[in-house]
């Protein structure tokens, strides 16, 4: 899969803030040894700074030109609307850092036929903080992404995928743990706003299983040619499992557990054991082919509070699924910013985002 903006978010996490801080904490400290902790100036004044545009496409790989410019306009409206959302209409206490992009085709499923242009808007909040309350203001450096995708559904992906070069793309389904605003948030932070009202996974067979790896070995040759080795290898697995066999659902193997007997013992997990997820694909039906290429179908938006607030809660209290108990402000760096996100999601206008879709 081509390389995308998502890639820093997704390996981003608060954690690597409070290191970058670290070492000029240090440097900083009393000469007795006593370590200093930033304070966050959650009243600061901050700012939305424009995001920086990023254009793809060309006469080989599209998008074309102006559909780089109608998607470009789509991208812009959805931004006027986060930024109606509470935390970024009256900025505090941070200044956002981003890009604006509108996608290249993927080359790998230019051969299958049509795809939608694919934008994505990408912002950081950076944090600003002091030592003490007569130190010198400052700006933390980098921090966790909010990302929207428009009509790219690769953020929902759990675990990691095989398949593409033209066929469908396999992944174990991810969990819903939560609604907000009405639409499903999943375990990997994940949530999905989509034109249309139709199921977002559709399960695959063995066999649908057994053609995504051929694909991926594919996959590695630049979509040229299978990997003639790893293609015999999967038929021959194939060829020695029944009918009945390959047409059953593909299921992720649990860590340390063998599968079903046969052919898929070490490879595939029992349908609907334990511990085990199903494997899925995207249902080719959330996307319509007849409107045009640039009309936002579906958005895909993460943010960085899967991990929720870290203080403590009472002994037995369960803890609480997003927006259901916002997260306050505070002048701890890592729980303002988990506040800061929070916010920024639980306060969007769903139903001006709706209004987007085609």
Known sequence: MASHPVAGYRRSRMRPLAGAVAGLLLACAPLGGQERHPIVQTDHPGRWTPLTVYLGGGRQIGPTAAESRAMKANLDSLISVVRRSPALADPRGFETIGSETVQQDDPPLVSSGWQPVRGMVHFIPLLWWRLCDSCVL?????GVGTTIAVNDLRLLMGGVPTGGCGGPVVFPRPRQVALIGGYPLYNNGALL???????????VTRDDWIDAQINAGKNAQGCLRPDERQRARWESIRGTASPAERAMEAWER??????PPGPFQWLLGQPGARGS???VRFNPALFDSTIARTAIQTMTLTVGFRSRDPRPLPRGTPRPLPCSAPISRSADLEIDGLAIHEGIMCGLDWPALRALLR
């Open 254 to 259: 649990p860590a340390g557990r063998e599968g």
């Open 193 to 203: 706003i989509a034109a249309r009202e139709v199921p977002v996974f559709v399960p």
């Open 277 to 279: 997820r199903p494997y």
């Open 138 to 142: 400052q700006r933390s450096g980098e």
